[in-house]
């Protein structure tokens, strides 16, 4: 056990894993406050875009 805090592919291994978890972390705070964000005020009276 002592060897794996020696280890620097470990520590690598450790450090990516965190980096995962961290950016996973932030991705599902970015979605949920997306998701429950009230839609955009539809303009009824403005005319259709031209999709062309």
Do not use: E, Q, T, Y
């Amino acid at each position: 056990m002592a060897s794996l805090w020696n280890d620097a592919g470990a520590w690598i291994a450790i450090g990516i894993s965190v980096l995962f978890l961290v950016v996973a972390w932030v991705m599902h705070r970015v979605i949920v406050k997306v998701l429950k964000s009230p839609a955009p005020a539809h303009d009824s009276a403005a005319p259709p875009r031209d999709p062309s």
